[in-house]
């Protein structure tokens, strides 16, 4: 039986020779071949026989290594040029480019498009409109007026890209594959509250790009910021900090939601004659941080997080998140 191995970029799997992929044209990349030296290894090698290097990234699957001294100090000393950043976030959103999004509604092809990246599951219990947990997906409630479910996919989609943006920064920093080790880090980090502030505002900002105007909702986030008791300065921050993540998903996704999708939700709103409030409309901000400047922000904070983390050592929690990835 011929070997395969599947494209980085739309996951088409291709004969192991092939040095391009079959339906995207993407350059595969050549296994066994040591990054450092180029020196060919056998299949079945994890290092480089000549010149010791590893040589395909490895997964973190322990928190003991993952807060390690050796990573806090990776971590600490990473830096990241725009380049390497815009070429992550390409290769985030690069399946979109090869799938048509089709549905004979909008909500159906604004599900769809989601589906690309994510599982889309219906949820009929509970308040919250919608939620997002790694490896289950997203969940929406199918029971609300079609447009509000546009709005809630929307909405989860974009704390969906927050956390694979995280997430692919410091696969790129550690130079290794995710896992759910790493996922329940960055699981725990987005939960904080003020990185959960940060987070929510990002969604919501997300959201309100593709709804109709007067129809903004950042009704979790005013109630995360009532139960806080974060100062003015500090939550200018996470504000900030949350809506220079969503323009940059905006902007990625303004390729796909074009404006003839956005017309139809237009339209769908409209058929639900679900009137807007214009309230939220006012804690839109145009304010966001110079590219270097917010990356390196992110990775101080991540730094700070993981070194409070392997000072705890009870990973109980983490373990727990784990766990639920896992299922």
């Known amino acids: 039986m011929r070997k395969v191995k599947s494209c980085d970029v739309c996951g088409t799997l291709n004969f192991k020779e092939n040095n391009y992929c079959t339906h995207c044209g993407n350059k595969l990349i050549l296994e066994h071949i040591c990054p450092i030296c180029g020196h060919s290894n056998s299949d079945f090698a994890t290092h480089c026989v000549k010149c010791k290097s590893q040589i395909n990234p490895i997964s973190i699957d322990d928190f003991e290594i993952l807060f390690s001294h050796f990573n806090q100090e990776l971590l600490a000393n990473a830096e990241i040029s725009d380049e390497e950043y815009n070429q992550i976030l390409s290769n985030i959103f690069a399946k979109a480019d090869y799938i048509d999004i089709w549905g004979d509604t909008i909500k159906n092809k604004i599900l769809n498009f989601a589906s690309i990246f994510t599982q889309c599951n219906p949820k009929s219990r509970g308040y919250e409109r919608g939620f997002i947990f790694l490896g289950n997906g997203i969940y929406y409630d199918d029971r609300l007026s079609d447009s509000v479910q546009i709005a809630t996919i929307i909405h989860e989609l974009g704390h969906f890209f927050l956390f694979t943006i995280i997430e692919s920064l410091l696969c790129h920093m550690f130079k290794v594959k995710s ?111 110079p590219l270097f400047f917010k990356n390196t922000l992110l990775l101080k904070l991540l730094c700070d997080v993981l070194r409070e983390c392997s000072l705890n050592e009870d990973f109980n929690e983490l373990e727990s998140i784990k766990e639920g990835i896992e299922l």
């Open 179 to 289: 896992s759910s080790t790493l996922q329940s880090f960055i699981w725990h980090f987005m939960t904080l509250p003020e990185f959960r502030i940060m987070n929510e505002y990002c969604a919501h900002t997300v959201e309100g790009r593709f709804v109709p105007f007067g129809y903004q909702n950042y009704g979790s986030f005013n109630v995360l910021v009532e139960n806080s008791n974060f100062d003015e300065e500090s939550l200018e921050s996470m504000i900030t900090l949350g809506n220079s993540f969503a323009n940059e998903i905006i902007i990625y996704l303004e390729k796909y939601i074009d404006e003839d999708l956005r017309n139809e939700i237009k339209m769908q709103y409209r058929k639900d004659l679900t009137p807007p409030t214009n309230e939220s409309i006012f804690k839109e901000t145009d304010k966001s941080f």
